[in-house]
């Protein structure tokens, strides 16, 4: 899938506007109508009802995210749109949704679907590049701001190469969600995630040390841990797009990774 391909200028504007949510649905499905040859606006629009009616695509911070799969379609395609008065599209946070990002794909390729979604997802998260696209001027200048900042974040194609085992302990666990969002558009597609226990709430089960760090006020430390098999060459930029995420890991104890050869391996924990 070529994200390239499948964002034509003619499936961006910067003049959305919408007085409820059912007429932007109509206004985005006839926006993007324009560059689906498969399928009618009107299979568009009932696509994007049917998947609203599943739960809103209404983020937080002003960004929504429609998106449908399709039986029949042959390829992605994936619109922006900018509404500068804003929509009540029924958002997490309950603000008005400004900046949409409109994704169709194929019902079949499920894999490149959730990774399309994980990188528009994650762009949509980068406050320099949704201020840009909020200013752009034309859908010209939406789809060149797109493109320059979800560059970056493609993986590069890359040829067989020896595996790691990877694993992460992690203790902020509220970073769970982007990491695994991580390992989407890194393109890895099955992981374990186990829960797990520190040594300070080992000891704490134990009368002798359990009493001594009752008075020192420690708290229980659970935490997740996640096993993954990566090619060896992709080790180093996942570390970095974690400390992207996270901050750099030699500054604080919130998580630890580390790698293991593989000897041999049979079997797949691949899941998408």
Not at 17 to 37: D, F, G, H
Not at 217 to 236: C, F, L, R
Not at 246 to 259: E, P, R, V
Request: hydrophobic share 40%; net charge neutral.
């Amino acid at each position: 899938m070529d994200i390239f391909e499948a964002l034509k200028e003619e499936a961006c504007s910067v003049t959305l506007t919408a007085k409820n949510k059912q007429e932007c649905l109509s206004k985005i499905a006839r926006l993007i109508s324009v560059t689906v040859k498969e399928k009618s606006y009107e299979e568009l629009l009932q696509a994007l009802e049917f998947r609203e009616q599943q739960g809103s695509t209404g983020l937080e911070k002003g960004i929504a995210i429609p998106h449908t799969r399709i039986k029949g379609l042959s390829s992605f395609v994936l619109g922006i749109a900018v509404s500068k008065r804003g929509v009540d599209f029924k958002a997490l946070d309950g603000k008005k949704s400004r900046l949409f990002f409109i994704i169709v794909g194929p019902e079949e390729r499920s894999q490149e679907y959730l990774k399309l979604l994980a990188q528009v997802s994650r762009v949509a998260k980068n406050k320099n590049a949704v201020k840009e696209m909020l200013e752009a001027g034309n859908p010209t200048v939406l789809r060149e701001v797109f493109l320059r900042h979800i560059t970056g974040e493609l993986p590069k194609k890359k040829e067989k190469e020896k595996n790691k085992l990877l694993f992460i302990v992690l203790y902020e666990r509220r970073f769970l969600d982007d990491i695994v969002q991580l390992f989407l558009e890194r393109g890895i597609r099955g992981a374990s995630v186990m829960d797990s226990v520190g040594i300070s709430d080992v000891l704490s089960k134990v009368p002798l040390f359990g009493d001594f760090l009752n008075f020192l006020g420690e708290h229980k430390d659970m935490s997740k841990t996640i096993m993954t098999i990566v090619p060896e060459n992709d080790v180093q930029p996942l570390i970095e797009g974690i400390e992207d995420i996270m901050g750099d890991l030699d500054t604080h104890s919130g998580a630890l990774i580390f790698t293991l050869d593989i000897s041999s391996m049979k079997g797949s924990i691949e899941t998408l």
